[in-house]
């Protein structure tokens, strides 16, 4: 297995100051003849300051948008208010957040918020080894999985320690790989320090699954989609390759990829809004997996409305 370190286009955002400077071969900043610090930081520095602000700032706007966080503070702000003696505003607010989670937690709900993600592109067909594939398929010479998360624990093999999401995808690249036999299997995620990073699980899992570890290359520099975008294209320039991700993530995933100057071809994974041909009564019913669906939704279309303001999404 072949890791990729210092993947151009990636971002040094999150490492220590002398670390960025190094990356970034910035000349260290003079110090003042008072307190020590510096009287001027680089220009480049100021990039990377303001840009890990922005993520930072992203990271918690989003968290305090999606339903479960938004309802739960609804209800807390809503009890404080009546116990403040502010009964109709907290009261309006209590309502307004059990209303929130109700309605988005069914199961229905979930899947309605969805279903318009996942259908925009097509699962790629069953094909038997060696079958003609469809020439744009066939000309992939890059098979790229996109994380989803994992457990950091050295007592379980590394499919079970990745999430669903990941596990789904990794499947569906690996079943990739045994139709295009020589393409290149890329796995993308990073990792906590002292830890196996998420693209090393990955292709651990893709190793355990049977793909040559001659046959993978691992990237963990991207900390988001559009990091992983960045990363892919010092990678593999502008040559052809399959996208391996969550079906509802596609569409996100493949804004940001050709806002790269990419050239993916969607193979999504990991259906969720998919109705069965039978009617079963629990799906009419609340639940988890409801609340699951809806917050996917949500943040994937709060995730492409931020990359097209920001003139990201292809």
Not at 90 to 106: A, M, Q
Request: hydrophobic share 45%; charged share 20%; net charge positive.
């Amino acid at each position: 297995m072949i890791v990729i370190h210092g993947v151009a286009g990636s971002n040094p955002v999150g490492r220590p100051i002398f670390e960025v400077w190094r990356a970034r071969k910035i000349d260290k900043p003079p110090l003042s003849r008072k307190g020590g610090l510096p009287d001027a930081l680089p220009p480049a520095y100021h990039s990377v300051a303001m840009a890990a602000v922005l993520f930072a700032l992203k990271k918690a706007v989003t968290f305090f948008l999606m339903p479960l966080q938004a309802g739960l503070l609804m209800l807390v702000t809503g009890l404080v208010l009546r116990w403040r003696g502010r009964q109709r505003s907290g009261t309006v607010l209590l309502t307004l957040g059990t209303l929130l989670l109700v309605v988005l937690s069914h199961r229905q709900v979930g899947r309605v918020l969805l279903a318009p993600l996942e259908s925009q592109y097509p699962a790629v067909p069953e094909y038997a080894v060696g079958y003609d594939l469809p020439p744009e398929l066939a000309a992939c010479r890059y098979i790229v999985v996109l994380g989803g998360g994992h457990t950091d624990t050295g007592r379980l093999p590394a499919l079970s320690q990745l999430s669903l999401n990941a596990r789904s995808r990794l499947a569906e690249g690996v079943r990739l790989a045994h139709l295009l036999p020589d393409a290149i299997l890329v796995t993308s995620g990073p990792g906590l320090a002292g830890q196996p990073t998420h693209a090393e699980i990955l292709a651990l899992g893709a190793r355990s699954l049977g793909v040559d570890s001659a046959r993978i290359l691992t990237i963990d520099q991207g900390r988001d989609t559009e990091g992983e975008a960045a990363a892919i294209r010092g990678l593999i320039g502008d040559a052809p390759f399959a996208l391996v991700t969550s079906a509802w993530h596609m569409p996100r995933s493949m804004a940001l990829m050709r806002g790269a100057g990419l050239q993916p071809l969607a193979c999504p994974a990991d259906f969720r809004a998919i109705a069965c041909d039978q009617f079963i009564l629990s799906d009419w019913f609340w639940g988890l997996d409801g609340l699951e669906d809806s917050t996917w939704a949500i943040r994937e279309r709060l995730g492409l409305l931020w990359a097209r303001l920001r003139g990201r999404a292809g």
